[in-house]
């Protein structure tokens, strides 16, 4: 059974930063990634990074936010940078096995999730 167990959220503010990680367990899986949904708004995309690609990132992410993999932890990290209230949200690890194609801005290519880790930002 695959697990997801997300930590480093909380609060700052504004203009400063977190990193969040994401330890996954019980099998290997290709691709890791981060959504978040804020008070009263659909879940986003956030960033993604399957094994041996590059990132990809949502257009609010770029500049500010990386994302980062441990495959020797089965970790994935999400530092991010220059935050502001509009990143307040829960931010949830997502992944999953396949080596094939998916959409991985899409919320529903994704079999396995975390629980989420809150981050607020103050002004």
């Known amino acids: 059974q695959v697990q997801l167990v997300e930590s480093g959220g909380g609060s700052v503010q504004a203009g400063g930063s977190l990193r969040l990680s994401c330890a996954a367990s019980?099998?290997?899986?290709?691709?890791m990634a981060w959504f978040r949904q804020a008070p009263g708004k659909e879940r986003e995309f956030v960033a993604a990074?399957?094994?041996?690609?590059?990132?990809v990132y949502a257009g609010f992410a770029e500049g500010r936010f990386t994302i980062s993999r441990d495959n020797d932890k089965d970790t994935v990290y999400l530092q991010m940078n220059n935050l502001g209230p509009e990143d307040t949200a829960v931010y949830l690890c997502?992944?999953?096995?396949?080596?094939?194609?998916?959409?991985?801005?899409?919320?529903?290519?994704?079999?396995?999730w975390g629980q989420g880790t809150k981050v607020t930002v103050s002004s």
């Open positions: 997502v992944a999953d096995a396949t080596t094939g194609f998916i959409n991985t801005r899409s919320s529903r290519a994704y079999d396995y």
């Open positions: 019980g099998r290997t899986l290709s691709i």
């Open positions: 990074l399957r094994r041996g690609e590059s990132a």
